[in-house]
């Protein structure tokens, strides 16, 4: 599994590759990254709350760059000026070859953590606009 996230102490982004559950800590301040990790996770990477900040809610997105298929598209309309809207057919399929082949990720609605690899995120709930708002609300 891949984790990413902000540091709770110093706010360093910090990104770790884990095969098997290790307590991980952060690479500028040395504190514990997986201070909220259950048994669950540690035995199976199992999402019952946010290892970071124990949420319990997490969902689960496509791992698409949207920047990048926006940028792509953009260099497909200006071709196509030159080429009679044939590099707008083709940006059209490489976005969406990208799209099919980009795996999920599963991200916590309250730190933002971003988690990748793991059959556990395909368990996860789709992304829920109302739970998002309600955490957006929180922040100060
Ligand atoms: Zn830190
Ligand atoms: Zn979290």
Same mark, same amino acid.
């Given at each position: 599994?891949?984790?990413?996230?902000?540091?709770?102490?110093?706010?360093?982004?910090?990104?770790?590759?884990?095969?098997?559950?290790?307590?991980?800590?952060?690479?500028?301040?040395?504190?514990?990254?997986?201070?909220?990790?259950?048994?669950?996770?540690?035995?199976?990477?199992?999402?019952?709350?946010?290892?970071?900040?124990?949420?319990?809610?997490?969902? @689960?997105?496509?791992?698409?760059?949207?920047?990048?298929?926006?940028?792509?598209?953009?260099?497909?309309?200006?071709?196509?000026?030159?080429?009679?809207?044939?590099?707008?057919?083709?940006?059209?399929?490489?976005?969406?070859?990208?799209?099919? @082949?980009?795996?999920?990720?599963?991200?916590?609605? @309250?730190?933002?953590?971003?988690? @990748?690899?793991?059959?556990?995120?395909?368990?996860?709930?789709?992304?829920?606009?109302?739970?998002?708002?309600?955490?957006?609300?929180?922040?100060?």
């Amino acid at each position: 599994m891949e984790f990413s996230s902000f540091c709770p102490h110093c706010h360093s982004f910090q990104e770790f590759s884990l095969e098997v559950f290790s307590m991980k800590s952060c690479g500028s301040c040395h504190a514990d990254i997986f201070v909220n990790a259950t048994d669950a996770f540690k035995e199976s990477f199992h999402f019952n709350q946010c290892p970071h900040c124990s949420s319990a809610h997490l969902y @689960r997105q496509k791992d698409f760059n949207r920047k990048l298929g926006i940028s792509l598209m953009a260099i497909g309309i200006i071709l196509s000026f030159f080429t009679y809207g044939i590099s707008l057919l083709l940006v059209t399929v490489i976005d969406w070859w990208l799209y099919k @082949r980009v795996g999920d990720v599963g991200c916590c609605y @309250r730190c933002q953590s971003q988690f @990748r690899l793991s059959p556990e995120v395909e368990a996860l709930p789709s992304f829920d606009l109302e739970l998002y708002d309600y955490y957006q609300n929180l922040r100060p």
